[in-house]
């Protein structure tokens, strides 16, 4: 069965909404890739193209836009000053490999990770250390690689793939909720319970991808009139003599009788 045809195809998707689809936080390598781009976008903003950096104010993961082809870009607000961007940013992509993890628990992080978080959060800024620059935090990024020229071409496919993974999704639930072959009360009802799966996959550590590549390689739905066929059960297994007398000893199902002395 086809895909139903969009009046309008999505080129971006806030970080926000990928949260709230996937019901899963983000990887460490997803997490290395955002902050990439979003450091790259604002280094071309203080090149004064449009918007200008003044404008854009990062306040949680609804302000982060992740676009088709692997780019990065924020939400413009009309009144807005300079603010502490890299910052703002840290703590949003803190929050995304936090989110959905219950508050008693704490995501243990990679040295390197957490090395790159705490430079933009400045928890362990000297007086004397001079502030940290964007160029400072893409350095960072790029030497996370085994192959630094390499970052801007690889973090773009990762960012790049988490958007296609999130468009794969909402077609697959759209197939789903429009399909003619789910005979249930409401196709709402299906996707609640695939809303319910996704979630049951993540809090025990199944990653919903994995339940996304089920769905691409087809799932057979069946009538709620037809009934599942029984397996017929299994042969049962003639035991040996030998298997039979140790049984017997096991049980002690025997009489012992005295041996006289001759």
Same mark, same amino acid.
């Given at each position: 069965?086809? #895909?139903?045809?969009?009046?309008?195809?999505?080129?971006?998707?806030?970080?926000?909404?990928?949260?709230?689809?996937? $019901?899963?936080?983000?990887?460490?390598? $997803?997490?290395? #890739?955002?902050?990439? $781009?979003?450091?790259?976008?604002?280094?071309? &903003?203080?090149?004064?193209?449009?918007?200008?950096?003044?404008?854009?104010?990062?306040?949680?993961?609804?302000?982060?836009?992740?676009?088709?082809?692997?780019? #990065?870009?924020?939400? @413009?607000?009309?009144?807005?000053?300079?603010?502490?961007? &890299?910052?703002?940013?840290?703590?949003?992509?803190?929050? #995304?490999?936090?989110?959905?993890?219950?508050?008693?628990?704490?995501?243990?992080?990679?040295? *390197?990770?957490?090395?790159?978080?705490? /430079?933009?959060?400045?928890?362990?800024?000297?007086?004397?250390?001079?502030?940290?620059? /964007? $160029?400072?935090?893409?350095?960072?990024?790029?030497?996370?690689?085994?192959?630094?020229?390499?970052?801007?071409? =690889?973090?773009?496919?990762?960012?790049?793939? /988490?958007?296609?993974?999130?468009?794969? /999704?909402?077609?697959?639930?759209?197939?789903?909720?429009?399909?003619?072959? @789910?005979?249930?009360?409401?196709?709402?009802?299906?996707?609640?319970?695939?809303? =319910?799966?996704?979630?049951?996959?993540?809090?025990?550590?199944?990653?919903?991808?994995?339940?996304?590549?089920?769905?691409?390689?087809?799932?057979?739905?069946?009538?709620?009139?037809?009934? *599942?066929?029984?397996?017929? *059960?299994?042969?049962?297994?003639?035991?040996?003599?030998?298997?039979?007398?140790?049984?017997?000893?096991?049980?002690?199902?025997?009489?012992?009788?005295? @041996?006289?002395?001759?």
């Amino acid at each position: 069965m086809e #895909a139903p045809q969009c009046e309008q195809r999505i080129t971006k998707v806030s970080l926000a909404e990928v949260l709230r689809c996937f $019901q899963q936080p983000i990887s460490e390598e $997803q997490a290395w #890739a955002i902050c990439f $781009q979003c450091c790259c976008k604002m280094e071309q &903003l203080t090149r004064g193209l449009s918007p200008s950096l003044h404008t854009v104010f990062i306040k949680g993961a609804g302000s982060i836009f992740l676009h088709d082809d692997g780019s #990065a870009s924020f939400k @413009v607000y009309r009144k807005s000053g300079k603010s502490v961007l &890299l910052e703002y940013l840290g703590v949003v992509i803190y929050e #995304a490999l936090d989110w959905g993890i219950d508050d008693k628990l704490e995501r243990e992080l990679s040295d *390197p990770l957490e090395k790159l978080l705490c /430079l933009m959060l400045k928890l362990d800024e000297k007086p004397m250390k001079p502030a940290v620059t /964007l $160029q400072d935090v893409i350095k960072v990024c790029e030497e996370h690689l085994s192959r630094p020229s390499e970052a801007s071409s =690889h973090y773009e496919m990762t960012c790049r793939n /988490l958007f296609t993974d999130y468009i794969e /999704l909402q077609n697959l639930v759209t197939i789903i909720q429009t399909s003619r072959e @789910v005979h249930l009360r409401s196709p709402l009802s299906f996707y609640s319970q695939c809303l =319910h799966t996704l979630t049951y996959c993540t809090r025990n550590g199944i990653p919903s991808q994995s339940i996304i590549c089920e769905l691409q390689n087809g799932v057979k739905l069946r009538k709620s009139t037809e009934r *599942p066929r029984r397996c017929p *059960p299994p042969k049962e297994c003639i035991p040996s003599p030998y298997e039979l007398l140790l049984d017997d000893i096991q049980h002690k199902r025997y009489t012992l009788r005295k @041996v006289s002395d001759y």
